[in-house]
């Protein structure tokens, strides 16, 4: 596709259910991030897939985050038993060869 | 700790008048920094960059000063206009670094008043 696309936008989820979250980066990007957004905060790194490499999985906040990239493309964000605290604006982003990420819509994730 | 901090929350500027948005950085590997704009419901799209081998990148309206003795960038958007209104985050990246994340700062509302 011609952007990041994301989905859901929107998801509201009770409290303790598992929530995915899915990204698909501009097509050919080898580099793709998770961020979120809690209200009235910034940008907060999660994780960072490169190609065949490692993913850098140093901003996960818990266990119960997990993100896969499957082919080298479509990404999904599980988070298990979510909490109140999960409720966020949750931002995919790729890149290619240079340093500027291009980022999605975003999927606003709400936990009741 | 904060690698990347914009220390004003929020900033309100006549229209025509110059906006001053600024960033430090505490991490001294970073050398390539970028600025995002981002609307309420859409996600951060991107600005302007500058490496560190510059300390000055123009682009149109936007413009970028980078002092790295000081740790300091700034963006300035001249003439400013009403739909320039929206939050301006600064990112920071260590092009050597393995992981290659973007830092961001928790961003900056800017409000252009017509």
């Known amino acids: 596709g011609a952007g990041v696309s994301q989905s859901p936008s929107n998801k509201v989820t009770e409290k303790g259910k598992d929530v995915e979250l899915r990204c698909d980066p501009i097509?050919?990007?080898?580099?793709l991030y998770w961020y979120r957004q809690s209200l009235g905060q910034g940008l907060e790194f999660l994780i960072y897939f490169q190609g065949n490499s490692a993913p850098d999985k140093s901003g996960l906040p818990s266990d119960r985050f997990s993100a896969e990239r499957t082919g080298g493309s479509v990404s999904t964000l599980t988070i298990q038993r979510t909490q109140q605290e999960d409720s966020a604006v949750y931002l995919c982003?790729?890149?290619?060869?240079?340093?500027?990420?291009?980022f999605g819509q975003g999927t606003r994730l709400t936990v009741v | 700790d904060q690698q990347v901090k914009q220390n004003s929350p929020s900033l309100s500027v006549q229209e025509g008048r110059i906006s001053i948005l600024n960033c430090d950085y505490t991490?001294?590997?970073?050398?390539?920094f970028l600025w995002y704009k981002k609307y309420p419901a859409e996600g951060p799209t991107f600005l302007i960059s500058?490496?560190?081998?510059?300390d000055k990148n123009e682009d149109g309206r936007f413009t970028v000063f980078l002092n790295k003795s000081a740790k300091h960038l700034s963006l300035h958007i001249v003439p400013s206009q009403p739909g320039d209104s929206a939050v301006y985050f600064c990112a920071a990246s260590e092009v050597g670094g393995s992981a290659r994340q973007l830092t961001f700062g928790s961003g900056t509302q800017l409000t252009v008043l017509p």
């Open positions: 991490n001294s590997m970073f050398d390539y």
């Open positions: 097509s050919g990007h080898t580099a």
């Open positions: 500058i490496s560190s081998i510059k």
């Open positions: 982003a790729s890149r290619k060869s240079g340093l500027i990420a291009f």
